[in-house]
């Protein structure tokens, strides 16, 4: 029994950690407008949220 609330606990840490890492790239990226918008995952390539092998660039 005390492995499995240690095994919850440490799956609980883990994703309360990646939400602080992704709340902390979030606010570095409004600090520093110059280097772009932070990247989502799963928004397709580098946040235009288009799908795989259909991003176009606008040069």
Not at 18 to 30: E, F, K, N, P
């Amino acid at each position: 029994m005390l492995r499995y609330l240690l095994a919850v606990m440490i799956v609980l840490l883990l994703l309360l950690g990646w939400i602080g890492v992704q709340r902390l790239t979030r606010q570095y990226a409004r600090r520093h407008p110059e280097f772009g918008s932070a990247r989502e995952e799963g928004t397709g390539c580098g946040g235009c949220g288009c799908q795989p092998g259909e991003c176009r660039r606008d040069d």
